[in-house]
């Protein structure tokens, strides 16, 4: 073998390993679902027993954003205590947002997970979202540019 023959085939083999052996992507493929469930303020749960919504909620909103993906929201009714989604692209750093809502459709409480990595072909569980009640000159929401939960303030 000549020495043109071995300097291509290095170069070759260089090649697709520098080449052939990066997806490109760290984002798994595929769709997998979330469960989260929700806590309520002391102060919002009637009786001694733990309520599964707070007074004068009816609905609750779940929503996941992230990265590389179109927003996914489902409404709950209050008494489930939290819900599932599915069909949510697998991926890493998604944000899990939820809005506890009265007839009216006004955000009673509110909250968040961050930093959530949904797995293809399960529903993961993401934990437990802390409802808060939103003040009356701000509410949290999702920058989409920055896929962190922010504090703005309302004008």
Known sequence: MNIRKLVRCIIAFQAVLIFG????????AGFGGVTVRLAWPNSAVAGKSAALAAQGVVTIKIAVLGP????VQKDFVASSGGGTIEGIPAGNE???TAQALDASGTVLYQGALTAITIRPNVVNDAGVISMDVPSSLETQMVDPTKWKVMQTVDK
């Open 68 to 71: 590389s993906m179109s927003d």
């Open 94 to 96: 998604r944000v899990v």
């Open 21 to 28: 052996c990066s997806s490109g992507s760290t984002e798994p």
